[in-house]
C-alpha cells in the first residue's frame, strides 16, 4: 500500500486539473502527514497549494466584491476567491465528509469547468480555476463520507490508516515530475486500451463515465512517468488497479464455464471425417500465395482477439487490488444510509428571522426584530458610491447668499431664543440608500417529538407488554437527555388513546406506562390513525415526529370496531399507506416472539423500518431501536 500511495501522489502530480483529485480517507496521523508532504513536495515550487477550511463562505471561495478598494475607488473592484487564486495548483479541502450538498455542488461545477463564474455584486466575470482537489475524509461510520457528487469528480479513492509505517524513499523525484507534465500532452492512447478499461468498468459494477475517463487519463499520466509517448499495457494496468479497483460495486462473474467444451469438440473427431470439406484445405498448401493468405487471416485474427484478451488482464489486474472486506462494507454502509431515518436527535431544519445558525443574507429591512447584516449592505451600496456622490453634489448647489451676522452673531430680526441655521453638513462618506439594506438569515433545527404506539393487546400481553414498557421508558430517558419530547400512545379493545401528550416530563411518562393494562383486541387500524393525527398536529407546530410502533402486527378490530381478523388486516394496511403518504418517519418494532410476517408486511405499507427481536429484552430493544434510528 506504500506504492500506491506514492504512485497516486506522484501521477496526481503530474495532472491535477485533469485527474480532479483524491479522496484521502483517513484520521489526522502522521502517516497522513507525510502522504500531503510527499504531495507538497512532487507538485512544482511555484503551483499554489492552498488550505480550505470546512463551511468557508461563498466569497471566499468564488469571489466577490472588494469593499475597501470598491469604496476607494468608487467602482466594483472584483477579489479573486481561493478557486482562482489556486488556478494551476491543488486544493486541500479539510473534513470533506462533513460538507454539505450545496458546496460539494459549487467545488463540482469548477472541477468540471476549470473556471469561475463570478456574476454577483455587480460584478460580471470569468476566472481561470484549473486545479485539483485533496478531500480529507476523516469520518469513522460508515454513513460518514464524501458526498456522492463530488466523490465521482475526483479520481483516486485511498485509504490511510493511523499506523506508523517505515520511511521508503519516494519513487520519483520532482525533476521527473516535471518532466513528465511536459510529456503528458502528447501521450497517445489507443482505442483498445480505452476499450478495455470500460470493459473491466462495467465488469466491476461501475456505473459512471468519469471512472473509465479518470483511469484513461491516470494510463497517461503512468506513461508520461515511465517516459513514453505511448500508453502501454503496464500502464492500463497501473490505472485500472488505482482507479477502478476502489470504485467497485460487485466482484467480476466468473468465467463462462466454455473451457471444458473445446476438449470436447476435439476428442470427437468423427465429425470432421464426415464432412466432405476436408478437401479444399490441402489444396492452398500447394500454392504460396494461398498459404501467404492463410497467414494474414491468423494474424489478423489474433488481432482482433487481442483487446478482449488485453480487457481481461485488466479486469485481473483490478480485481487483484480489491481489499478482502471492501464489497461486504459498501453493501453495509449503503444498507445503513438507504435505512437511515431522519434522526431523533434533531428535527429537520427551519428557517428563522431571529434566531440560529446564520446562512447568509437576503435583500430587506430590518422589520420585526431583524438584525441588519452590515457587511452586505456594504457591498450592495459600495458601487454605487461614485454615482450617488455626484448626484449629492449637484442637488447640493451654493443657493443665495446669507444675511450676515451681527456682532451678537445672530442673523438680523432674530432673537436669542431662535437659534440660527445649521452649518452646511459635510458630504457622507458612505450613502446607503433603503434599496442596499440586507438583514441576516438564520436556520435552526426544529424539534423532535418521538411518538411511542404501544399494543397493549391480549397478544402482546402475553408475550412482550413489559420488555416493550422497559424499553420505551429506556428510549424516553434517551430523549430527555436531548432535550426532545414525547408522547405515548396505546391501543388495546377497541380504541386507542393519548395516554401522554407530547412532554418533556420524564416522570408523566413513566407514570402513563406503569399503570398500562394489558389484554382485549388489537384496533390496530385505529391505532394508525391516531399516531397519523398526532403526527399531523406536531407537524403543523413546525416540529419533526417519528412514530415508533410496537406491535405483533395481528390486528383483528377494524376501524369500526367489529371483530375479524379479513377486515382488521385490510383497515390496518389502508391506515399505513395513508400515514406512509403523510412522509413521517416510522419505526416498526415486531414484539412477537418469532418474526412474522403481518407485521413486515405492515411495516412495508407504512413505509417503516422493520425490526424483529425475538427473545430480546429492554436493553437489547432500546439499543436496537436507537441503532435503526440513529441515535449512537
Known amino acids: 500500500m506504500q506504492g500506491d500511495a506514492a504512485t497516486i501522489a506522484a501521477l496526481f502530480a503530474v495532472d491535477p486539473a485533469g485527474l480532479g483529485g483524491v479522496a484521502l480517507r483517513a484520521p489526522a496521523c502522521a502517516a497522513r502527514d507525510d502522504w500531503l508532504a510527499l504531495l507538497r513536495a512532487l507538485l512544482p515550487s511555484k503551483s499554489p497549494f492552498r488550505r480550505v477550511p470546512l463551511n468557508t463562505g461563498d466569497t471566499a471561495l468564488l469571489g466577490g466584491l472588494d469593499l475597501g478598494a470598491t469604496l476607494q475607488a468608487g467602482r466594483p473592484v472584483a477579489l479573486p476567491g481561493l478557486f482562482a487564486q489556486a488556478d494551476g495548483g491543488v486544493l486541500l479541502l479539510a473534513m470533506a465528509e462533513r460538507m454539505s450538498a450545496g458546496a460539494a455542488a459549487r467545488f463540482g461545477s469548477v472541477l468540471d469547468n476549470g473556471q469561475v463564474l463570478l456574476q454577483r455584486d455587480g460584478l460580471d466575470s470569468v476566472l481561470p480555476a484549473r486545479l485539483g482537489l485533496v478531500a480529507l475524509d476523516e469520518g469513522v461510520d460508515a454513513d460518514e463520507q464524501l458526498p456522492a457528487s463530488l466523490a465521482e469528480r475526483l479520481a483516486f479513492h485511498m485509504r490511510i490508516d493511523g499506523h506508523a509505517q517505515d520511511e521508503e524513499s519516494p519513487l520519483w523525484t520532482a525533476e521527473e515530475v516535471l518532466a513528465a507534465r511536459q510529456l503528458v500532452g502528447r501521450v497517445q492512447v489507443a482505442p483498445e486500451s480505452v476499450q478495455a478499461l470500460c470493459a473491466a468498468a462495467m465488469a466491476l459494477g461501475i456505473d459512471t463515465l468519469r471512472a473509465s475517463l479518470f483511469a484513461a487519463r491516470a494510463a497517461r499520466a503512468a506513461a508520461a512517468l515511465a517516459g513514453s509517448d505511448t500508453v502501454e499495457e503496464e500502464h492500463i494496468a497501473v490505472a485500472a488497479r488505482l482507479v477502478l479497483a476502489p470504485r467497485a460495486t460487485r466482484l467480476p462473474p466468473a468465467p463462462e464455464q466454455q473451457e471444458p467444451e473445446p476438449p470436447q469438440e476435439q476428442a470427437s473427431p468423427p465429425e470432421p471425417a464426415e464432412n466432405p470439406a476436408p478437401e479444399p484445405p490441402p489444396e492452398p498448401p500447394q500454392d504460396a500465395q494461398d498459404d501467404t493468405k492463410n497467414e494474414d487471416k491468423d494474424e489478423a485474427d489474433s488481432q482482433a482477439s487481442d483487446p478482449q484478451e488485453l480487457a481481461e488482464r485488466v479486469l485481473e489486474a483490478a480485481q487483484a487490488a480489491i481489499p478482502a472486506g471492501l464489497l461486504a462494507s459498501l453493501k ?273 405499507a407504512m413505509g417503516a423500518q422493520y425490526l424483529a427481536l425475538p427473545y430480546g429484552g429492554a436493553q437489547s430493544l432500546n439499543q436496537a431501536v436507537r441503532a435503526v434510528a440513529g441515535r449512537n
Open 332 to 604: 453495509i454502509g449503503a444498507l445503513q444510509r438507504a435505512k437511515s431515518p431522519t434522526s431523533g436527535s434533531a428535527g429537520a431544519e427551519q428557517k428563522n428571522a431571529l434566531r440560529g445558525r446564520p446562512v447568509g443574507a437576503r435583500k430587506g429591512e430590518p422589520r420585526a426584530g431583524q438584525r441588519i447584516n452590515v457587511l452586505e449592505t456594504l457591498r450592495a451600496a459600495a458601487p454605487w458610491q461614485k454615482l450617488r456622490r455626484n448626484a449629492l453634489a449637484s442637488t447640493s448647489a451654493p443657493g443665495p447668499a446669507r444675511p450676515p451676522a451681527s456682532a451678537s452673531g445672530l442673523a438680523p430680526n432674530s432673537s436669542p431664543l431662535t437659534p440660527s441655521a445649521p452649518p452646511p453638513a459635510t458630504a457622507p462618506r458612505i450613502v446607503v440608500r433603503k434599496e442596499d439594506f440586507h438583514v441576516t438569515r438564520f436556520r435552526q433545527l426544529g424539534q423532535t417529538t418521538t411518538v411511542f404506539v404501544v399494543d397493549a393487546s391480549g397478544s402482546s400481553a402475553l408475550n412482550r407488554l413489559a420488555e416493550a414498557k422497559g424499553a420505551v421508558e429506556l428510549l424516553l430517558a434517551d430523549c430527555y437527555v436531548r432535550r426532545d419530547s414525547v408522547a405515548v400512545l396505546a391501543f388495546r379493545g377497541k380504541v386507542a388513546e393519548v395516554l401522554l401528550p407530547p412532554t418533556r416530563s420524564l416522570a408523566r411518562a413513566k407514570r402513563s406506562l406503569a399503570g398500562l393494562p394489558g389484554g382485549g383486541g388489537t384496533p390496530l387500524a385505529s391505532a394508525i390513525d391516531a399516531a397519523a393525527a398526532l403526527a399531523g398536529q406536531i407537524k403543523r407546530k413546525g416540529e419533526t415526529p417519528i412514530v415508533v410502533l410496537l406491535t405483533d402486527g395481528k390486528a383483528n378490530i377494524a376501524r369500526d370496531g367489529s371483530p375479524g381478523r379479513g377486515p382488521a388486516t385490510s383497515d390496518a394496511l389502508a391506515a399505513a399507506a395513508q400515514l406512509r403518504a403523510t412522509g413521517v418517519s416510522a419505526l416498526l418494532v415486531d414484539t412477537s416472539p418469532q418474526p412474522q410476517s403481518s407485521a413486515e408486511q405492515l411495516a412495508a
